[in-house]
């Protein structure tokens, strides 16, 4: 699948052709506000992308914010071991 990354100052957001794949809102502490993934595109491993970016650009292990939704929370179980 064809996608494109989109680097705003705090935001990496990929894209294809026709819709919003997914994005991760993060700072330059490594912490994680927040992440998203298109219902469409979920359980194709386009979040540990996400967090692979965040961990590489700021070099540090990542720290996630309260999730805000129960979704939220299970893909905080899936992932807390992802440092």
């Given at each position: ?16 052709q ?17 992440i ?17 970016l ?11 914010q ?18």
């Amino acid at each position: 699948m064809e996608y494109e990354l989109v680097e705003d100052e705090d935001v990496f957001t990929l894209k294809n052709q026709n819709t919003t794949i997914g994005f991760v809102r993060f700072n330059e502490r490594g912490e994680v506000e927040y992440i998203f993934v298109n219902p469409l595109f979920r359980r194709k491993n386009f979040a540990s992308k996400l967090l692979k970016l965040v961990r590489k650009k700021t070099g540090k292990k990542l720290v996630f914010q309260p999730p805000i939704s129960p979704l939220g929370e299970k893909l905080l179980i899936s992932i807390k071991d992802f440092n």
